[in-house]
C-alpha cells in the first residue's frame, strides 16, 4: 500500500495499523515483538497528537468512519506497556544486585 499524500490520512492510518500490531503482538505472550510493536503504537499516537487541530479532528473523523480500532485497545496496550517497563525494570534491579556483590 502506498502512503497517502494527505498527512491526515497517512497518521490515522499508520495508527491503525500500529495499533492492530500492537494488540496482535500482546496476545502471543511469548512475542519477542511486544516492545518494538507497543513503541510503534506510542510513535503512532504522538504523530496523530502533533497534527494541527483541524487535521487532527479530521484523522479522528476517518478512523471513526472506518472504526477498526477496539474500543478498549488503548486501555489494553497501555497496561500492557506498564506491565513490560515493570518487567524490565525488575530485570535491571536483578542485573544490579547481581553486580554488587563481591
Given at each position: ?23 496482535a503482538n500482546l496476545q502471543?505472550r511469548k512475542s519477542p515483538?511486544?516492545?518494538s510493536a507497543c513503541l ?63
Amino acid at each position: 500500500m502506498t502512503k497517502p499524500k494527505d498527512p491526515a490520512i497517512a497518521a490515522a492510518l499508520e495508527y491503525e495499523f500500529a495499533t492492530h500490531d500492537a494488540i496482535a503482538n500482546l496476545q502471543n505472550r511469548k512475542s519477542p515483538t511486544q516492545v518494538s510493536a507497543c513503541l510503534r503504537w506510542a510513535d503512532a499516537l504522538l504523530q496523530l497528537e502533533a497534527l494541527p487541530e483541524s487535521e487532527h479532528r479530521r484523522a479522528g473523523d476517518f478512523l471513526a468512519m472506518r472504526g477498526k480500532i477496539p474500543l478498549e485497545a488503548r486501555r489494553i496496550i497501555t497496561d500492557a506497556m506498564m506491565r513490560l517497563d515493570a518487567a524490565a525494570m525488575a530485570a535491571e534491579c536483578r542485573y544490579a544486585k547481581t553486580q554488587t556483590k563481591h
